[in-house]
């Protein structure tokens, strides 16, 4: 177990470093006023237009760094410090969550595949670790538990790297659009380009976290078959 225990704390660390440095760039690009002058909720009601997209809401949400696009209910919720902020960090992950609902309208692939795993993966969360237990505390008598257990996390590794296409997809619709609307200027490209690169990096790091943890657990497993 100390394994999967260094594991953690290694990309805990790592997690902890890649959002504090996200916090530090979002501040600091939320301090620079944009240049268009528009807020985040009239960035993200633009783009959804221009993409005739007329069944989505902009929605304002509690919460620093909680934005996201509910596709349940069509709505692009932002946070408190994006709704009404006029800056090249608010403009970057407005365009970024309309580039979600611009996803859902056009069928994008990576984000039906994700969506299709919703419904299994909430259930596979709500177990895995107590099988995981059960099997490691088994293993010696017989693999079925942790087997089951090492199937159900490696969903859960598989939903964080299709994530990441999404994600870094969303980003690339958003920067493209705000470049071509002249939302932001050179200098502003080049901010919101930066926040949304580290906000990215958080999944690279949960994704590459799920991946290690998932290859000890197949590492025991095959120890125990051998």
Known sequence: MLGIYFIGIVFMLISMGVSARLKSK???YSQTPLSSGLSGRE????MLRDNGITDVKVMSVAGRLTDHYNPA???????EYVYEARSAAA????????GHAVQHAKAYSFLKFRSAMVPALSIASRYMQWIILIGILLLQTTPVPLAIGVAL????TLFSFITLPVEFDASKRALAWIDR????TT?????????????ALTYVVAALGSLATLLYYVSLLMGRRD
């Open 153 to 156: 996390f490696g969903l859960t």
């Open 187 to 199: 200098q502003e490209h080049d901010m919101a380009k930066d926040a949304l690169k580290w906000a």
């Open 73 to 79: 209910d069509k709505t692009v919720n932002l946070s």
């Open 91 to 98: 403009a970057a992950v407005a365009a970024h969550e309309c």
């Open 26 to 28: 979002f501040k600091k």
């Open 43 to 46: 960035v993200a009601e633009m």
């Open 181 to 184: 609307r002249g939302i932001v």
